[in-house]
Structures are given as C-alpha cells and as structure tokens.
C-alpha cells in the first residue's frame, strides 16, 4: 500500500496510517504539531484550523486519505512568516489573547481572511471568524486586532 | 492507501464503488463527525470531473465534488443557490463541504438541497452501468434514506437555467453562523403576459424530507395576481393542512407557525 | 489615564499566539489515556459490574481503589470520586478504564457490562424537596409592610442551565513521582483545592501530592471545583497503574457531565407604596443537582442579591439548593447573581409597566446610595455611581429617548426594544470567606540577578493574572516589568494565596503583592536573596458578617454596571438581532486597560449568550438533549456587532490602586436588558418571566393574548 504523501509546513512527509485517520489526530500525535487544538472534534469551533492549499479547513472533519497530495500549514510554519508577524503584533497591543485555546485556529483564520480580501471591512472580519469559537474575548479584540493587521500590514496580503 | 481509495478520475472511482464495499467521501464535514468505524472510504475530492460548474443547453450542472465555497465564487450558479449556501455553517466548512455531500447526508436540514426541490432539479447518478437521471423528489426517500445504489456515485446537479430569477429565501438558525437550520424556506416565482406560469415553495429542516407540493402550487398556476390574491387565504390554509411538522430541537408548532409566516411573505412579494 | 492603567503586551501572549503553550492535553509521553464509565441512568443501584479480562497494561479503576477517602472535598464532602453503590444522575462516573491506546479503552468500555436496578429519580426542581442548603434572612416588618401597602405584586421567574464552554475541554492528569509523591496537573482555576482534594482521597497528607496549573484554555468557573473531582480520579488510576494517567474530555461529555450555572425558580412577592418599594418576600431555588459541590456559596451570593440594587426597608429571602437526580450544578461567572438580578429586573419592568410609568424612571426612584443598607443590614460604605453611570449610557445610546419611543405600540415585521439593567457584583468571597477559611498567604522572591518571582497560587486562565500580578509589583518596586514574573502556580513551591474565584484574585491578592512589593522595597539588598511573605488582613471598616444570620457586610466594596441592550425582533421568525450592547462597568481602577476591556467584552457577550440562544434540552430520563457545539449554540462573531464596553472608575481604597473585583460583573446583568428589550419590542402587555428567551420563545410568546 502506498503511503499518503503530503506537505507539511514546507517538509514533505509520508504517513503509513490508516486514510480514515482524522488529520487533525494525526497531526497532534504522529507529527507533534500542537498548535492545533481540539475543542470539539465536529467541525464546530475551529480550534483545529489549519490551511491546507491555502484554504482554511477544520482538521478534525478531514481523513487522511483526502489530504495526499496537498500542501498543509499549521501556526508552527505560519510563525515565520512575515505576515504572521503583523498578526502577532496586533494582536499583543490589543490583549486580544485570553486563554490562547482558540488563537492559533484564529490566527490561521486571519491568514486565510486576508489572503482573499486584504481589506476587509469589520462584517466581512466578523464572517471570516465565524466558524471560530471564542468564548473569553466576546471578540472585540480579535476583530479589531485584524482590522489593525490589515492595515498596518498593508503590501504583506 | 489503507482503509481508501483515492482515484484519479471518475472511471477508476466508479470500479473502485462497483467493486468494492466503501463509503464515498467528497468533503468530509458530515462524515467525520460520524466517525463512523472500520469503513473504507472512496475519496472523490479530488476527481476533475467531479469538479466542474458548466452550462449546457437546458442546465446549469453542478459537480458534486464542487466546494460551496467554490460555487459562490462561480458566476454560473444562481444568485438564490449562493445565497442559501453562503448561509452553510462557517466558511472552513463550506470550504470543505460539497453538494454531493450534502446531498448524501440525507437530511432535510441541507441547505442546498432546499433549492434543488424548489428548483425540480434532478440529479445525475452515475455507475459502472450507465447513467440513471433522477428528479430531487424522488432521489430523497425519506430521512437518511436515498434511491442511491450501492454501485452509484452521485455526479452532477441539474438545476434549470432559468426561472430561479424572482425568489424568496429565508434560513432560521439558532443563530447567525454555524447554524443548522430549524427552518428553512425557499420560493420561486415566475409571470408571463399577466398570468403565473410557475409558483414554487418548499420547506426545510421541518420534517423528514424537504416539502414540497405540486399540487397546492398548481391551485395558482395560469392564475392572474388578482385572481390569486383572492385565493391566498386558501392557498395559505392548504398548505397548513398538508403540513405535518416534526418536532425537532424546536417543537412542530414554532416550525408550522414560521412555515406560513415565511409563505405569506413570499406571496406578498409578488403581490399576492 | 494612570499609569498602572497603562496596557502592556502580556506576558503570555507569546507563547499562546505561536502555538508554543503546552495545554495539559499537549505533553506527549508514557501517558495512558483514561475514559469513564458512566451511569445510563438518573437513579439506581448498581448491582454488578462485569469487566471483561484485561489486555496486559489496562487497568479498570473504581471506588475499590480509592487509598483514603472516596469523597471529593469541595465545600462538603458528598461527592464521590467513584459512585458508591447507588448512582444519582446520568453520566456519574462507575469507574474509569486506562491504558496506553484509546481505541483499546473505548472497546473496553463498550464491552462493560453494568447491571442496574432502576430507582424513581427526582428530575424536576418544582417537585423536589430535599434542600442540600436551606438559608433564610431578612429586616424590617414585612407583615406590616405588605398590609399598608398600596399595591401588592406577586411573579415567578425562571432561568436555565449554562454551560461554560471554555473552548479547552476538562482534562487532568496524574504523575506518580520516583519519591513517592503523587503529581497531579491540569486545566484548573484552584491548585490548591485539587491539592487538598487529592491529598485526602489518596489518604497521603498534604506532603503526599502536589499540584501544578498547566496553561488552562478558559475556566469561567466551571475549572473551579471541578477538577478536583477529576484531579482526583486520575490520581487514583495512576496510582493504581503506577503510570502517568490523563483524561480529556469530549466535547459532549463535557457538555453533559461537568457543572453548569444552577437553573432557578424565583418568586417574588413586592409591596410598592407611593412609587416606591416597600418590601420584598423572596423565595429562590436553585436546581443544585445530584451532589452539593459548591451550591452552598452560589446560593449565599445569589439570595444576597435577590433584592437587586434597590432600597428595601422590608425584606425577606428565603433560598434552598435542592437535590435533583441531575449533574451537580456548580459555579459559572455571576455564582448565582445572574439568576436573581434577572428576575428582580423584570420584576421591576412589570411592576412600573402596572403603574403605568417608565421602568427607569422606576428604577431611579429606588435605587440605593452610599451609606444605605444592604440587603444584610450591611452598608454600601462607598460611592454608588449607578445614576452617573446610567447617564452615561444615555449618552452613548440615546437610552432614555428610545426607552419611551419603542414602548409605544409597533406594528409590521420587524419591531424595536431596548433594555436597561443596573446591578452590582459584590467584590471577593462571601462574607468572613477571605478572615476565616481563605486566609491567603502571598509571597515576593527576589533572586541574587535582581529578578522577583510572585510566589502566588490564582491561575492564569486568560483573565491575565500572569501580567497584571507582576505588573502591580514591578510598578510598587520600580523596576522594569520585564524584571517580574509569575508563572503557572505548583503547589510545591508556591503559597496559598487562594482560589481564583470570586473576582477576587486581583482585588485581594494583588493587594498582598502591592504590600509585599513595598515591604521588599524596604528590605532590598542588591545581590541578595530575598524571600518577603503578606498575609490577608480583613479591612477595618467591614461590619462583621454572620453567615447563619446573614447579618453584616456581605462584601467589602461593590463592583457595578449599567447595561443598555437595543433589539429588532423578527416577528415572523422570532428572530432577535442585537442593534447594539452597550456596558458601563465600574471595577475600580484598571490595572490594565485592554486586559479589563477584554473581561468585559468577554462576560458581556457570555451573558448575551446566557440570555439568547444558550438554552440546554433535556427528555424525560434527564439526559441532556444537545450535546454538542452545534447544539449548544454559544455566540460566534457574526451573533453580535461590536460590543460598546465603557469603563467607570470609583477607587476601591483597599484595592490595589483602587481595583476591585472585575472578571464576574459583565456577565450578570446581560438577561434582564436583553429580556426588556425583547418584551418591549413584543408589545405592552406582554410580560416575559423566563430565560433564555430564544426565537422559539418569541413566537410563542407571540401567539399569546394579551
């Protein structure tokens, strides 16, 4: 049997496990990528977000079998990045991050936000966070953190 | 792979379904909540022809491995299919969830699947044998139950290309996003040289299967506005007695009282 | 603004935007992974439970196992670790299966074969009897009261469960130690409670275990008492296993099996003379579920509050927890007040409806002053600003104006309301808590470089502990805040300062590392190493407050809030939209402006949701309905617009820099303005008494004549 072969962060990988895994198990447990998170494992919070060729995607409603081939990002590859930098910086001068448990999927969120529309407008923010869960922030912060990412960042998306 | 197939085009996936005994997998959403155990999966995600939006001569043919994010972004599909499925969940889901997914689920809560009964769309079923081309209606049998046989895979969505201009939609979630519908109502409405030559409502998330009543639609159909005007208290209370609501999260009652809001309304649109 | 106000970057924030935090379900090792085996039903005696054999390396754990006492300390001591031999709701964990592969377990699970004898259970709060506390106070002369009065008003009100739904789901995990001592982690609010919890069920002395707060993906509450029961159960399997041991919990059983806000049934009976409030008789219950953890406190700052922010000369409150065959109830930010704030609200909204004048202006007329009496024959000792504050609002949404424009008769689809709802949130534990049970300890440690560590025990749990401790230290010290730090409190190491609980951590902990900074400053020698303690002194001020009689200062100081919430109500659908929510909050001084925001924001929407869309479904065995986050309808973004938060500072003299207590308040007075504004928009006459007030509730309440 082949292995399912996939990027990972910019390093390619093969995984010799089931194709019924959840991606987002085996990104926790056989490549230690713990910045995805599981906060309900039915594609409900968005905690486990990651990108998967560049668009946003729950990883807890993805089987292995459907990623070979793709190009996977998680938080640990985004934080080099310049763009994750704007993000990061927003983000601390608001104090937009309480618990932290929802904040990489956010982060990825913003990625995939911005990406498409690198000047949105705070109802097209508040859309592009709505599959994921906060519930320390009542969201203020993170959409005003995007805002400010957005334009402080201005060239970067 | 273990425990898949990944095939590469829609003839090697249609062996793969003839010959083996998997569970066809297009964007996952619905089936990995499921979980369900020591399955195989068909992974059709990544089937081009199973991707395509085109136009031919009668219809507008929808992939079933199409992203609802992808349709939004096509400027084939019609303005009330990008509505009712810009309403699906959050944008990672609709990023990953597909018609043909939705349509495999069975529910009558599918938000696509609403437009598809109110449109007469049919769908195009496909297997080693041939093609079989059925109408939305009768391919939902019931709750989880489908006329899908176990060789088929479902292809392609036929809306009609036209007629789908003048509508009304409505979604009532328990709130703005990540919602599942507790009531959903779609209506189309069509007028040539002053007489209604179609008039067409169906109801989501209220029962087994989206509703839908041809024969309570014809009551109006060659009428003019005037004349069924007179007719809307009629009309209205035919579609109460028909309707037999389910109880769901929300009880049959608030569901039967929204329906026939959402009805009145979509007459009152245009001018009835 | 001061400078202490001043937002600095937080100190965690690093680590947790870069994904780099190591939650209690991240640490990756020889770790076997624990599940539970749960009743299937509310009531019944288990008679035999048949475990298949075992494969080498799993381990079935019940109350067998238990080395000391099979109690989870809380406030009692009824809660067990593992079922005695009658379950009391649905969902109460029997035993817990370990070893090295979920998969395993699960099959293991599956394969458990519990023999029950079904007993009748107890699930409706209007036929239970049995009070698991049972508190009565009051002053004046009611009888005499009600008998002058002009007027005699009597409703009931009801409110329902909430879930916290921190988006980290409950997870602890045991470490048996090379010395012997038993290692428990965590997503906790309270080491210290785990501490002592375990110590006695694994009958080890406090020297036995210690307990370490691992970065904790949201609390609310909810990561209060709770972890002590599951603290304790995974200390138990890992002691049987002699392994590591870690459960995390699904989502739905989180959902379904751990504490939620204790649902109410509130009746009210209120004499009005002259527009004025002569007295109130109040009977509250609480629905405190199978077991009594922490219903006793919550009860207390629920009926302490049951007479909302008004003068009542007259007054008497009665308050049961009762015991129902459902999951324990437990705390939730507001511990009780959300409940009684909302129901005093409405009260007053149908009252000045019956009198025909405009509910503020009601509200205005009774609203209580510095140096009134408190409920308890305690006095508000400082500034009461509710009247400056309301202003405020009035400013910023035009309250007044539309308060009397909405009343008015509307017709068509769509139609408008607005709320307003006062209320206050009485500042750290309850009563003599902080003298008599809590008696924190906090500590400095300067090292030889110059650097301090804050020896504490509160958890960060987002509210930003871990920035605003050291910031109050670095400021009294004068040096750099990068020079301060406080990292997740072990027990081993640090003292009890107390749980993190009761918007009480900054308030009073703070406090002691403000007076243990200047002490240090004191003291300093530069190159030394340096250790100065601060002990918890009660304010001179306080008028003792007597528990059995509810006499006295309930709480040193008061936080308070106005809240204005503006709604269009889709009649056809029920559909409520939040136009806007505006909050002015006075927690005294912000010790960090965007982290106070933050709480704000936060709470405020928490109670929005509370109110709305949050309602949990039972059926008729009392198994909970929606169980999942699809379900379980929690705000998302596009639920609301942004959230106008306003601060309004009164210094609390006794409080760090004037702080008082802040994380509880914005979440308290959210349903009464929400439900004014619904009932508003719905059209005089119509008098809403429950929540959540969901679409559902709408239409319903639609239908009705009135």
């Known amino acids: 049997m082949d292995a399912i072969k996939f990027v990972l962060n910019g390093v390619e990988v093969a995984y010799e496990g089931s194709a019924t895994d959840r991606l987002l198990d085996v990104l926790r447990d056989t490549y230690g990528t713990k910045s995805v998170k599981c906060g309900c494992k039915e594609g409900e919070c968005g905690a486990c977000s990651v990108l998967i060729d560049g668009t946003l995607i729950n990883s807890c409603c993805v089987a292995m079998g459907a990623v070979d081939g793709c190009s996977i990002v998680t938080v640990e590859g985004f934080r080099e990045t310049e763009r994750f930098a704007a993000l990061e910086k927003a983000f601390a001068g608001i104090s937009a991050v309480q618990c932290g448990f929802c904040i990489p999927g956010m982060i990825l969120a913003a990625e995939a936000l911005l990406s498409k529309n690198p000047h949105p407008t705070t109802d097209e923010i508040r859309e592009g966070l709505s599959g994921n869960l906060c519930r320390c922030t009542g969201y203020n912060a993170i959409v005003s953190a995007i805002n400010t990412a957005a334009k402080e960042g201005n060239g970067l998306w | 792979m273990v425990n898949g197939y990944a095939p590469k085009c829609l003839q090697e ?70 509505e009712a499925i810009s309403r699906i969940a959050a944008c990672a889901i609709r990023n990953a969830g597909t018609f043909g997914g939705n349509l495999g689920n069975g529910s009558a809560k599918a938000d696509s699947v609403l437009i598809e009964f109110v449109s007469g769309a049919k769908l195009r079923l496909l297997s080693v044998k041939g093609e079989r081309i059925v109408d939305v209606e009768k391919f939902y049998l019931g709750r989880k139950k489908l006329d899908l046989g176990s060789d088929e895979i479902i292809a392609e969505v036929l809306l009609p290309k036209t007629g789908l201009e003048n509508y009304y939609y409505e979604k009532v979630g328990g709130r703005n996003a990540l919602a599942i519908s507790r009531v959903s109502f779609a209506g189309v409405f069509e007028e040539k040289d002053g007489k209604i030559v179609n008039i067409a409502a169906a109801f989501g998330a209220v029962a087994d299967t989206v509703l839908r009543y041809r024969d309570i639609e014809a009551m109006l159909i060659g009428k003019t506005i005037e004349e069924a005007k007179a007719m809307k208290a009629e009309y209205i209370q035919a579609y109460s007695d028909r309707m037999v609501l389910t109880r769901g999260r929300v009880s049959a009652e ?3 009282t929204v329906c026939m809001n959402l009805l009145g309304e979509f007459l009152s649109k245009f001018g009835i | 603004m001061e400078k202490i106000s001043q937002s600095v970057v937080k100190k965690d924030h690093l680590p947790k935007i870069t994904g780099r935090s190591c939650y209690v379900g991240d640490y990756v090792g020889d770790i076997l992974v624990g599940k539970m085996l749960r009743s299937k039903y509310a009531r019944a005696k288990v008679l035999s439970v048949k475990v298949p054999e075992l494969p080498e390396g799993y381990y079935y754990v019940d109350r067998n196992d238990v080395p000391g006492d099979n109690n989870v300390n809380i406030v009692m001591d009824d ?32 394969k458990i074969e519990v023999e029950y004898e079904e007993l009748e259970p107890l699930l409706d709060l209007r036929l239970a009897t049995e009070a698991h506390f049972d508190y009565e106070y009051g002053k004046g002369d009611l009888e005499k009261a009600f008998a002058e009065a002009d007027k005699v008003y009597v409703e009931e009100f009801e409110t329902g469960y909430q879930d916290q739904a921190y988006i980290e789901c409950q997870g602890m995990m045991a470490e048996p130690e090379a010395d012997g001592r038993m290692f428990v982690h965590g997503s906790m609010q309270c080491a210290y409670y785990v501490h002592g919890a375990v110590a006695r069920v694994l009958g080890c002395g406090p020297s036995g275990v210690h307990v370490l707060q691992d970065v904790t993906g949201g609390g609310f509450g909810g990561k209060e008492a709770f972890p002590s029961i599951l603290g304790s159960q995974v200390a138990v399997a890992a002691k049987k296993a002699g392994k590591a041991v870690r459960c995390i919990f699904d989502r739905d059983e989180d959902l379904e099996f751990s504490s939620k806000r204790h649902p109410s049934l509130n009746t009210y009976k209120i004499a009005v003379k002259d527009g004025k409030i002569t007295a109130m ?10 077991y009594t953890t922490l219903s006793a406190v ?30 324990p109830s437990g705390a939730y930010r507001g511990f009780g007040a959300p409940q009684t704030f909302f129901s005093v609200e409405m009260f007053m909204n149908h009252i000045a409806q019956d009198l025909g004048i405009d509910s503020i202006d009601f509200k205005l007329a009774n609203v209580v002053k510095q140096g009134d009496g408190t409920s308890t024959s305690g006095i508000y000792h400082f500034p009461v600003p509710l009247v400056d504050m309301l202003n405020e609002v009035d400013a910023k949404t035009d309250l007044f104006k539309k308060h009397k424009e909405y009343s008015k008769p509307q017709t068509g689809r769509y139609r408008k309301g607005i709320g307003m709802s006062w209320y206050f949130h009485g500042a750290g534990f309850t009563g003599s808590g902080e003298r008599d049970h809590i008696k924190a300890v906090a500590k400095l440690h300067k090292y030889p470089d110059g650097s301090v560590e804050v020896l504490a025990c509160n958890g960060e749990i987002g509210q930003g502990l871990r920035t605003t401790f050291p910031k109050i230290v670095a400021h009294e010290l004068n040096i750099p805040l990068e020079k301060v730090y406080y990292d997740h409190p072990d027990t081993a190491r640090v003292p009890d300062s107390g749980p993190t609980v009761a918007s009480r951590s900054l308030m009073v902990v703070g406090e002691l590392l403000r007076r243990a900074a200047i002490k240090l400053r004191d003291v300093w020698v530069d190159g030394e190493d340096q250790i100065v303690t601060e002990n918890f002194k009660e304010p001179d001020f306080m008028i003792p407050f007597y528990i059995d009689k509810f006499q006295g200062d309930a709480y040193p100081t008061y936080a308070w809030a106005v809240n204005a919430i503006e709604v269009e109500v889709d009649t056809y659908t029920g559909v409520t939209k939040i136009v806007n929510a505006t909050g002015n909050f006075d927690v005294g001084t912000p010790i960090d402006w965007n982290i106070v925001m933050g709480q704000m924001e936060g709470g405020f929407l928490q109670g929005i949701g509370y109110t709305s869309t949050e309602k949990i479904y039972y059926d008729n065995k009392g198994r909970m309905r929606n169980t999942t986050f699809s379900d379980y309808l929690i705000p998302t973004s596009k639920d609301v617009v942004d959230l106008n938060c306003m601060l309004h500072v009164e210094k609390y003299p006794n409080g760090p820099y004037g702080a008082k207590g802040a994380g509880e308040l914005p979440l308290v007075g959210a349903p009464g303005a929400f439900v004014e504004a619904v009932e508003m928009a719905l059209g005089a006459g119509h008098k809403i008494n429950h929540m959540p007030f969901n679409a559902e509730e709408v239409i319903k309440e639609l239908s009705k004549e009135v």
């Open chain 3, 79 to 110: 809660t067990p670790v593992y079922a005695r031999e009658i379950v009391e709701y649905i969902g109460e964990p029997i035993a817990m299966v370990c070893g090295p592969d979920e998969a395993v377990v699960k099959e293991i699970l599956s």
């Open chain 3, 281 to 290: 008789d109040i009977d509250v219950k609480f629905n405190g579920g199978a």
């Open chain 2, 13 to 82: 996936a249609l062996e793969i379904r003839a010959a083996h005994d998997v569970v066809p997998y297009a964007g996952g959403t619905d089936l990995m909540v499921e979980n369900r155990p020591n399955v195989t999966y068909l992974f059709l995600n990544k089937i081009p022809e199973l991707k395509q939006v085109v136009v031919d001569d009668n219809y507008i043919r929808i992939g079933s491995g199409v992203t609802f994010t992808e349709a939004i972004a096509n400027e084939n599909v019609p303005q009330l299919m990008k």
């Open chain 2, 254 to 256: 608030y569901r039967k």
């Open chain 3, 298 to 327: 919550v009860l207390q700052r629920g009926i302490i509050a049951a007479s909302g922010v008004y003068n009542v000369p007259n007054l008497h409150v009665r308050g049961r927890a009762l015991k129902t065959n459902s999951t």
